[in-house]
């Protein structure tokens, strides 16, 4: 097994392992990871599990091309909604490519879609120094083919997952079980990222609560445009995140870090998808404006974790 990663985090890996700190304390490490900042290092693997920032993928594209060939099984598991979106979709959109996310088409050209397993990163995490991460709640890592078909290489990754202590299965509607998530996304995210409150601290206040119900009432207007299956209530939602806590979101922990946050994935994107179906989204597009000011605000840190 290999990581790619890169500054202190890279550096603490290869002295000391990585280690994985559950919320209740238990730590488990390892130290059996080949671990380099140069991706020609691993060479050609099985399966590639991208977990790179959304927005980092572009730039390190062309390295990324070393590490598969024509078999490997490319992950990708990024937060909110994929470049890939409408790879293989089968409805009207097919094959249209999402500017917000993939302007120049160097991401599309470079990764190609029939190697990708779809997979949504359910377990919320933090990296909380060099080398640790400290898991806040949840294990559920389910894929699926962008076509909606049971293989047998989707299947066998789902066996892989649950192997490693996952509860991981293979769906055949990938693209709402992405959407379930990411509709949260787009309400907590950038409304912690503005305030810095944690997600327990959104949904106690009313007026923050009120503020991510009518953000993901909005979504829930493109999602029925784009004839998605949404299969929780806007409320249902938002119990489920209030359940985690007081945990800060990525975007937060992006913001206070220095880091470029995540911002079209989780919410430029959705105006652009309802441009395309025709759904207006003047609040979305309001929030959205706000957090790619306080983006350029943020010191910009020098060092991140990569992959």
């Known amino acids: 097994m290999s990581v790619i990663a890169r500054g202190a985090h890279l550096n603490a890996i290869q002295n000391q392992g990585l280690k994985l700190v559950e919320a209740d304390g238990t730590v488990t490490s390892t130290r059996d990871l080949k671990s380099s900042d ?48 409408f790879e293989h979709h089968g409805g009207p959109h097919d094959g249209h ?5 993939d302007p120049t ?16 990163a359910f377990p919320a995490a933090t990296k909380t120094a060099p080398g640790i991460i400290t ?23 789902a066996e892989i997952f649950s192997g490693a202590g996952f509860k991981s299965r293979l769906l055949t509607d990938i ?15 950038p409304i912690s990222a ?26 829930l207007e493109v999602a029925t445009a784009l004839d998605v299956r949404v299969r929780l209530t806007i409320e249902q939602r938002i119990v489920g995140a209030e359940s985690v806590g007081d945990h800060k979101t990525s975007m937060l922990q992006d913001a206070e870090g220095g880091r470029q946050m995540e911002i079209d994935p989780l919410v430029g994107v959705f105006v652009e998808l309802g441009e395309l179906v025709g759904v207006p989204t003047p609040l979305i597009s309001a929030i959205y404006s706000m957090v790619l000011l306080l983006d350029s605000r943020v010191p910009t840190a020098t060092e991140g974790v990569r992959a």
């Open 175 to 189: 693209r709402s079980h992405i959407w379930l998530k990411a509709w949260g996304n787009l309400a907590f995210n």
């Open 135 to 157: 898991h806040v709640e949840g294990d559920r890592l389910p894929v699926g083919e962008l076509d909606g078909s049971r293989s047998e290489r989707a299947l066998g990754l």
């Open 38 to 85: 140069d991706f020609s290092s691993p060479g050609v693997q099985d399966i590639v599990i991208l977990a790179i920032k959304a927005h980092q993928i572009a730039a390190v594209s062309a390295e990324l091309t070393a590490l598969w060939g024509p078999k490997t099984m490319i992950v990708p598991v990024q937060n909110g909604i994929p470049w890939w979106y």
């Open 105 to 120: 088409g160097v991401i599309s050209s470079r990764v190609p879609a029939d190697q990708i397993v779809a997979s949504i």
């Open 194 to 219: 503005l305030t810095g409150a944690t997600l327990g601290e959104i949904c106690r206040l009313p007026e923050t609560r009120g503020l991510a119900t009518a953000l993901m009432a909005e979504a």
């Open 97 to 101: 490519r999402l500017q917000s996310l």
